[in-house]
């Protein structure tokens, strides 16, 4: 895989997301209004769901290299957040700034505890970094749909979060239970990536040519926006909404596969 992002870009980037996460609820008009991509949940409920995950990131950062997760990722392991919005959005901001402080005093290659332990992510900060520049970015469209007002995902976030998502959501060691199959990922602004599926699990690489064919057919390949793939990769929005080619039932087993189960 080519270099990502630098670990201070990360950085910046949760900050800038989790600022526009922040006017997003300043703007609601309400704490209860449901979100859409999210209908089991209230904008309160979305907003303590992100601090909550900041502060669990802190504590497994902080830990260092570890085999299991810290006791903040249990259910128990975290007290509410507030119900009163200015209290609330205090405790968003602290949140975001223990993430923060964690991670420059830990630096990118500190090992530590990850879910993604299978994966092609490492287990180390830098790797927890990138996750969370995109589960702000991704929760902060969360934000503003709910406002009626969704921005797409800027895209110097879109560009890496297409891979971060392919390589710590999807690539396994697990073994693919169907046919093998090589799944074509386009950005329309020029980066292409390769999800091949077999025997041996799930591995992604770049490829070489923007939007262009890869070095093989692919047997589905899926064509939008940065902004867009990723959208589509968390479920906020439709795999119709980009443009597909090949046999797009393979995209419909990858998003059904459970390689946990």
Sequence with gaps: MEE??????????????AIAFRAAVVS???????VPTCPEWTLLDLVEHLGKGQRK???????GPAGAPPAEFGPEGLDP??????????????????LLTALRQAGPDRGCWTWWGESQSPQTAGAVARHRVQEVAVHTYDAEITLGAPQPLPAEVA???VEEFLATCCATTVAWPHKPAALDFHAAEGRSWRLALSADGAQVTRLPTGTGEGPDTATASALGTASDVVLMLYDRIPLDSLQLHGDRHVFDLLRAWDPDE
């Design 4 to 17: 990502t992002l630098e670990f201070s870009v990360l950085l910046r980037l949760i900050e800038e997301r």
């Design 28 to 34: 609601a008009p309400s704490l209860d209004s449901q």
């Design 57 to 63: 990131w802190v504590a497994a950062v902080g830990a």
């Design 81 to 98: 957040a507030p119900r009163e919005r200015e209290a609330l959005l205090a405790w968003w901001d602290e949140s975001t700034e223990q």
């Design 159 to 161: 560009l890496d979060g």
